[in-house]
């Protein structure tokens, strides 16, 4: 399990992530909704170990992780695919993918990992060898989840994988993690894109201005006044 323990972050006095508490188990599905600048790319990185915590603790299956430096997290089973994605242009698919195999554990079953990842995402099979800078946005994303999946994460972390995508790729994107799940990965998604977020996850926390407003089901964030307020123009 992955749990968040009063995480808080700060920038300076700003004050990003507020005291967050929550959890997330293996094979589970769990969004965190909220606006531009609520602290969720903020509150990923935390996990990450890319900011550090000022206050509160991460655990993961009880081990802390506060303090872990960030090429350990991803040693320990996180693993983050950021907003912008964070993938190499010059390199091909294929390499990319290989980059994402750096944790021991992982360099074992390379091969292995690498067919689920094209069985998942038949489209990057096909184009293994191709350059990154020259694929589409989803082609991309469908990358970095892939290079993500390399490190055999137990938890894997996605900040507004929705971004900048045409909704029909979107959807793709979502089914294609549904499978990743399926695996026995725990998911962690930020994002605003509430609709089709809500319709892929299992439960999910509203997140404003730093702090967890809201919890439920995706039925109960669904039908939510709060959610349907501040995402879905009240409709
Ligand atoms: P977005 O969807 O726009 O990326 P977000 O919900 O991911 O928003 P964060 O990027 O975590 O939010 O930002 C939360 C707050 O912290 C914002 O007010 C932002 O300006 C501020 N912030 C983020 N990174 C830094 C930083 N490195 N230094 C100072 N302030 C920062």
């Known amino acids: 399990m992955l749990e968040l323990k009063n995480v808080t972050v700060r920038y300076g006095k700003h004050l990003a992530v507020d005291s ?3 959890s997330v188990t293996k094979g589970e599905v ?3 909704l909220g ?3 609520a602290g969720k790319s903020s509150m990923l990185k935390a996990i990450a170990g890319m900011v ?9 299956d009880g081990d802390p992780m506060t303090g872990v430096p960030a090429y350990n997290v991803t040693n ?5 695919v950021p907003e912008g994605r964070g993938i190499v242009g010059r390199m091909t698919v294929e390499e990319n993918l290989r980059l994402g195999a750096t944790p021991p554990r992982a360099r074992a079953s390379e091969e292995d990992t690498l067919a689920q990842v094209f069985d998942i995402f038949p489209r990057l099979a096909e184009r293994r060898k191709q350059f990154v800078q020259t694929m589409s946005g989803g082609e991309q994303q469908m990358v970095a989840v892939g290079r993500a999946m390399m490190s055999k994460p137990e ?3 996605l900040d507004e994988p929705s971004l900048g995508l045409a909704p029909i ?3 793709e994107m979502f089914k294609a993690l549904a499978q990743v799940r399926k695996t026995g990965v725990g998911l962690l998604i930020v994002e605003q894109n509430v609709k089709i977020s809500l319709r892929h996850a299992d439960r999910g926390y509203l ?3 730093g702090r967890i407003t809201g919890s439920g089901t995706s039925d109960e964030l669904m039908n939510d006044a709060a959610v349907r307020q501040a995402f879905l123009g009240g409709d």
């Open 20 to 22: 967050v508490n929550f």
């Open 30 to 32: 769990v969004v965190v």
């Open 35 to 37: 606006a531009n600048g």
């Open 52 to 60: 550090p915590t000022a206050e509160g603790i991460v655990e993961l």
């Open 76 to 80: 320990r089973g996180i693993a983050l």
């Open 155 to 157: 938890f894997l972390l």
């Open 169 to 171: 790729v979107v959807s």
């Open 207 to 209: 997140l404003e201005a």
